[in-house]
């Protein structure tokens, strides 16, 4: 069974972006609106971001769905680039929803660069991420 998923642009400059999984893997795609709605009932929220310090740093993701915190994942990394601590984030993210078996979730991160290379959305490949 398949699902759409959208991504959305805050006022606070943050970006969403949603996965669905099934039998053919992640889709996805990407809708940008000036207004962000609140996920569906069924559909886990995760926080996505990076605390740089000088020669490390800490990613870190928060799942929850509706008011209820469902986990917290955290990757300590000895070295520090806040780019590359952003992707690090959101594969911490990915990692554990597919060991969770999450099948609906929508991701928050501060680089539009990130959500746009991870989703197949930006024009210009960024080979870092890769």
Not at 8 to 16: K, P
Not at 79 to 84: A, C, L, N, R, V
Request: aromatic share 12%.
């Amino acid at each position: 069974m398949k699902t759409t998923m959208g991504s959305w642009l805050e006022g606070d400059g943050s970006w969403f972006v949603g996965w669905w999984f099934d039998g053919d893997g992640l889709g996805s795609w990407v809708d940008r609106s000036p207004v962000w709605p609140p996920p569906p009932d069924d559909w886990i929220k995760i926080n996505c971001d990076v605390k740089v310090s000088c020669d490390s740093m800490c990613a870190m993701a928060i799942a929850r769905i509706r008011s209820l915190y469902l986990w917290v994942a955290t990757n300590l990394l000895n070295f520090s680039d806040p780019f590359i601590g952003e992707v690090a984030a959101c594969l911490l993210a990915m990692e554990t929803v597919v060991s969770q078996h999450h099948r609906f979730v929508l991701a928050e991160s501060d680089s539009e660069t990130v959500i746009k290379t991870l989703t197949g959305t930006e024009l210009v490949i960024f080979w870092l991420i890769m």
